[in-house]
């Protein structure tokens, strides 16, 4: 089921319990992005309950994934670099870079976490 025109309930779930309750207002920015990159964007992570995320990410039961504004991006070179600027005319607060390595497996991560949510705007590496 399409949330909007380029991106599916099944992409941005939850690799472990499959909910995708994702926030509105977030998959509107993230098809915003889309529609001005103008090519497509593969979702490595969406929507992530506490229990996954906590087995994923240092972040615990409250990473930016758990509150369903963020997702990651597989994404390198040029085309991330583009990602990078755009994102953050669209209202992306929070943008991690994983930028190391293969670039078949780097990535950006984009969320839309207020400052009660997080500390935001942020940008951060991946170590
Ligand atoms: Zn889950």
Redesign the pocket.
């Known amino acids: 089921m399409y949330i909007t025109k380029n991106f599916t309930t099944n992409e941005m779930a ?6 995708s309750d994702m926030n509105e207002d977030f998959m509107k920015m993230l098809q915003s992005i889309r529609d001005e990159m103008q090519r497509p964007l593969k979702i490595t992570s969406g ?7 906590s087995r994923v990410s240092t972040t615990g039961k409250t990473g930016p994934h758990t509150h369903a504004k963020a997702c990651d991006i597989l994404i390198s070179g040029a085309d991330a670099m583009r990602l990078f600027a755009i994102a953050q005319r669209h209202g992306i607060s929070g943008i991690g870079l994983s930028q190391k390595g293969p670039h078949n497996k780097r990535f950006c991560h984009i969320d839309s976490l207020t400052p009660e949510e997080g500390p935001r705007p942020t940008v951060w590496t991946y170590g």
């Open positions: 939850c690799a472990c319990c499959n909910r929507y992530r309950c506490e229990k996954h995320n």
